[in-house]
Each structure stands twice: as structure tokens, then as C-alpha cells.
T-cell receptor
Framework: QQPVQSPQAVILREGEDAVINCSSSKALYSVHWYRQKHGEAPVFLMILLKGGEQKGHEKISASFNEKKQQSSLYLTASQLSYSGTYFCGTEGGGTSYGKLTFGQGTILTVHP | KAGVTQTPRYLIKTRGQQVTLSCSPISGHRSVSWYQQTPGQGLQFLFEYFSETQRNKGNFPGRFSGRQFSNSRSEMNVSTLELGDSALYLC???????????????FGPGTRLTVL
């Protein structure tokens, strides 16, 4: 089942902060975050594992609430380059391991 | 280190034809996943291969198939193309599928398939 992302769109001015949420109805092993610019491939930002480990870009932070099966991506002091569509991909355990189910995306626009 | 490469980048086919797309993963990566991206359905998982074995499959008809070679390169095939198969097909590679390891996937630029 597809995770639900919120909000669907965000408009910021440079320097402002934003939070993008991802919620799943299924138990998760990991959550992956990607950013995709128009006409380009998704770029890996962050992976958060069940158990608290995470790995990703230094300027990006995220959280993973295992009990609620929710993850949030925190974008602070936004830059013009942050504009794009953000996707969360969720990965279950067991036979679902290795299969990412993506949310519908959150469109982030940063203005000067 | 070279990224994931996909060929061809663009493809135009007509209904009923078949198509084969190719993906070369990052050197050392053994897992290759395929996704279909459309404006209406978003990013949808097709299948994943690891060490030449299909480990996971999404909810796509049997017209969509794939394989992986011993050098980890992968191909996907779509037979009897339909208009609705027009999409961006992305492949992604990852280093390892060991449980409890990081399994981040790195995407290639995609193949834009247009079915007329």
C-alpha cells in the first residue's frame, strides 16, 4: 500500500524551513527519501532503518517513528537548489525487503 | 565512480511491438530494481534482481519481464506494448541486500518510452 505524503506542495522563500511527512499503514523496515528535479532521475537523500540508524547527506535530517510508521524530512535554511519533488519510499521486512513503495511526492518550490 | 547507466534514453514504439531496456549498475552493486514512473501513478515498483535471481515483483502484468546477468547488468522487456505503457522507466542499483544493512538505491537517468 502506497505511503501518504503531506503536504502535497510547499512554497518557501530562501532561508525558510520545511517539514515533509510520510505515513504508512504497514510495518516498515526502512524509509528512503529522494529528491527529483524535473526531467532528472531521483537523487538519494536519506535512508532510515528500523532501530534508529540513518545515513544520508549532512545537510538533510530526518526522523523515523517506528511505532507510528511515520517519517519526517526536515529541510532547514532552504536554498534555491532544494526545489524539486520529494519522494519517500518505504520498505517492509520479510519478502518485501528490497521493494520500495513510493509516496505520491511533495512538490517543494523555493523562491529567492 | 560511474553512476547507473540506462540505454536507450529515449524510445518510440507502436502498439503491439516489444521493447528491451538495459541497465548497468554502479560497479560492485549486485541488486538492480526497476520502476515505472508516470504522472498519474507515480513511481511504481516493477521487480528487483539480485545475483541473477528475481527476488521481488510488483503488480504488473506478465508482459513485463526482466533478467539479470552475471555481471549484474539487467534488462527489462515489455511485450505487446500498450498506449498505457508510455512512461519513464528507471532502474536503480544498490550495494547489498544483507538484512540490517543500508540498502539505499541509486537511480539511473531512465528510459523515456513513448508508445504510439
Amino acid at each position: 500500500q502506497q505511503p501518504v505524503q503531506s503536504p502535497q506542495a510547499v512554497i518557501l522563500r530562501e532561508g525558510e524551513d520545511a517539514v515533509i511527512n510520510c505515513s504508512s499503514s504497514k510495518a516498515l523496515y526502512s524509509v528512503h527519501w529522494y529528491r527529483q528535479k524535473h526531467g532528472e532521475a531521483p537523487v538519494f537523500l536519506m535512508i532510515l532503518l528500523k532501530g534508529g540508524e540513518q545515513k544520508g547527506h549532512e545537510k538533510i535530517s530526518a526522523s523515523f517513528n517506528e511505532k507510528k510508521q511515520q517519517s519526517s524530512l526536515y529541510l532547514t535554511a532552504s536554498q534555491l537548489s532544494y526545489s524539486g519533488t520529494y519522494f519517500c519510499g518505504t520498505e517492509g521486512g520479510g519478502t518485501s525487503y528490497g521493494k520500495l513503495t513510493f509516496g505520491q511526492g511533495t512538490i517543494l518550490t523555493v523562491h529567492p | 565512480k560511474a553512476g547507473v547507466t540506462q540505454t536507450p534514453r529515449y524510445l518510440i514504439k507502436t502498439r503491439g511491438q516489444q521493447v528491451t531496456l538495459s541497465c548497468s549498475p554502479i560497479s560492485g552493486h549486485r541488486s538492480v530494481s526497476w520502476y515505472q514512473q508516470t504522472p498519474g501513478q507515480g513511481l511504481q515498483f516493477l521487480f528487483e534482481y539480485f545475483s541473477e535471481t528475481q527476488r521481488n515483483k510488483g503488480n504488473f502484468p506478465g508482459r513485463f519481464s526482466g533478467r539479470q546477468f552475471s555481471n549484474s547488468r539487467s534488462e527489462m522487456n515489455v511485450s505487446t506494448l500498450e498506449l498505457g505503457d508510455s512512461a519513464l522507466y528507471l532502474c536503480a542499483s544498490s550495494l547489498d541486500r544483507s538484512f540490517l544493512s543500508y540498502n539505499e538505491q541509486f537511480f539511473g537517468p531512465g528510459t523515456r518510452l513513448t508508445v504510439l
